[in-house]
């Protein structure tokens, strides 16, 4: 294995891992954007030279070191060969969600203040149709299909010369990455080579035990790869050297499952949202998990019966779920290995996957404060949790302040409500401002989605003046004893509105955005949190 910490960049991290030997086999669910062509079985070397193809398209396009790229175009994993192609010529990659609303979309470019926009029809056509104009946000724009009469297109820069690669100092800005924006418009977070990958990538990229890929294992991950989590995700794979791995932007089974089926396996790590999406797919008996030893867990809670699910489906005799928890300026903060006996019901108590676990041991350190006062609170008691970390990101693009506000020397303010207990493990209750009178919103969705098997997914809002309502997301009718018989011990919950998957408005993780979904019931903004650590 290449000493990670010491020659892996993420400019070169195809050059740097083509020649190895026993080379690992890459397969997308689609070809390519970028490069159809190459079909949808890349090698190291193939994926090499499209990286330095395309940090020629890119400074032919006019961009160079210490500009901004940004990156707006249909999900994909070749946003992270764009990426590393932006950081190879010195450029700042900034890779935004195609599930961003033009309003939103104009708000970030505005922030950034590209040299260069990257996108491609279907996302101008949305900004368009909807008033937006993202390109006049940048000065120059990039259509990677199609033609333009106001933008260059890649015929205008395929072909052209390959720069050298540059490596930028480890503490000047590698990529800027945006936060999921469940509570409004994302934060732009900016991240070094230090921090995302000496300290974020390098950290996973050792052998650890049970968690490391293998020779022969088979990876798949299936989440947004506009996120921080994709670059480190495929620089750690690729370092550790499996023999294949799948990568696959949409949790729609269509184009998920023929690549799934073909290739069985082994460890997959997906967006909750994803996992829930999947899961009625766990429970057929051709379902492609049989091979399945270990399951990850990013982005987002995730509540016990998906996760009982697919540990159940596998054959493996003894897989394990990574619960992992953490933010994007901070990375991973905690860890907790889930097993089908630590999920298993048992008489009058309910498993919840609130238990995140401890701090990644000589990594990471956690508080409690008081939300008034902001003092630390005794083991047990509820507050918020403030974290340290050597891997906090270098702020915020265009919001300095509100970075700074949530800092405190080496603490952090996550923006989560939290208990540590006497041994140290961290058990979550919500957002701060997600905050629900009856004590714990995310436990109260644990709870429903254990004892209703129908319902996909629960959201719990909260409604100052009144008990909280509850949201179901559900294919079938609800049925009222049903109902009755899941909260009967539970608080004073209001009468529950059952709305099908795609009436929920989401993040492009798949978290629910929960403000937008407020003002699609009609419900008034205030909740109980303040909100002031978003």
């Known amino acids: 294995m290449i000493p990670f910490g010491k020659r892996i960049e993420l400019g070169t991290l195809f050059d740097d891992l083509a020649d190895r030997r026993g080379s690992t086999t890459v397969h997308v669910s689609r070809p390519l954007d970028i490069a159809p062509g190459l079909g949808t079985a890349l090698d190291p070397p193939a994926l090499a030279r499209l990286v330095r193809a395309a940090s ?9 070191r210490g500009d901004r790229i940004a990156i707006a175009k249909r999900d994909h994993w070749d946003t992270v060969l764009l990426c590393c192609a932006a950081a190879r010529i010195g450029a700042v990659p900034a890779p935004l969600s195609a599930h961003l609303d033009a309003g939103t979309l104009d708000t970030l470019l505005g922030r950034l203040g590209p040299a260069l926009l990257v996108t491609d029809s279907a996302r101008l056509a949305a900004s368009w149709t909807a008033g ?45 990455m945006h936060t999921s924006g469940t509570t409004g418009v994302p934060k732009l977070v900016t991240h070094t080579t230090r921090t995302l990958l000496r300290r974020l990538a390098g950290f996973e990229a050792h052998r650890w035990p ?5 020779p022969d294992d088979v990876l798949a991950g299936s989440f947004s790869f506009v996120h921080g989590r994709a670059l480190a995700w495929t620089a750690v794979a690729l370092t550790h050297g499996p023999r294949e791995i799948l990568a696959i932007p949409s949790s729609d089974w269509a184009e998920a499952g023929p690549l799934l089926d073909r290739h069985r396996p082994t460890v997959v790590e997906a967006q909750p949202a994803t996992f829930v999406r999947w899961r009625s797919r766990a429970r057929h008996d051709d379902h492609p998990f049989d091979r399945v030893r270990l399951f990850i867990s990013t982005f987002d809670a995730v509540h016990p019966p998906t996760v009982r699910t697919f540990l159940r489906a596998t054959r493996h005799p003894r897989p394990v779920w990574l619960q992992g ?38 990594r990471t350190r956690l508080r409690v404060l008081d939300r008034v006062t902001l003092r630390p609170v005794p083991r047990g008691a509820p507050g918020l949790v403030v974290c340290a970390t050597k891997a906090i990101a270098d702020g915020y693009v265009g919001e300095r302040s509100r970075f700074e506000r949530k800092r405190a020397g080496r603490w952090f303010m996550t923006g989560d409500i939290g208990v540590r207990t006497r041994d140290g493990r961290l058990l979550l209750l919500d957002r701060e401002a997600d905050a629900v009178p009856e004590g714990s919103g995310a436990e109260l969705e644990d709870v429903l989605e254990d004892r209703l098997p129908d319902v996909a997914e629960c959201v719990v809002l909260s409604v100052p003046g009144g008990p909280s309502l509850p949201v179901v997301v559900t294919d079938a009718d609800l049925d009222p004893d049903a109902w009755r018989e899941a909260t009967a011990d539970l608080p004073e919950l209001a009468a529950p509105i059952a709305v099908k998957w795609d009436g929920v408005p989401r993040t492009g993780t798949g978290k629910v955005r929960r403000g937008a979904l407020r003002e699609r019931l009609g419900l008034a903004p205030d909740t109980y949190g303040t909100g002031r650590w978003t």
């Open 56 to 64: 020629g398209w890119l400074a032919a396009a006019g961009a160079g």
């Open 132 to 176: 937006g104009a993202p390109e006049s946000r940048a000065a120059r724009t990039l259509l990677l299909d199609g033609d333009s009469a106001t933008a260059l297109t890649l015929d205008d820069v395929r072909g052209a010369p390959v720069p050298a690669p540059y490596r930028p100092p480890v503490d000047h800005p590698l990529a800027i």
């Open 210 to 214: 049970l968690l490391s890929a293998r």
């Open 325 to 362: 928890w953490g933010q994007s300026e901070t990375g991973p903060l905690t860890f907790r290995f889930l097993t089908r006996r630590a999920l298993a019901a048992e008489r009058e108590r309910h498993p919840t996957t609130r238990d995140l676990g401890r701090p990644v041991p000589g």
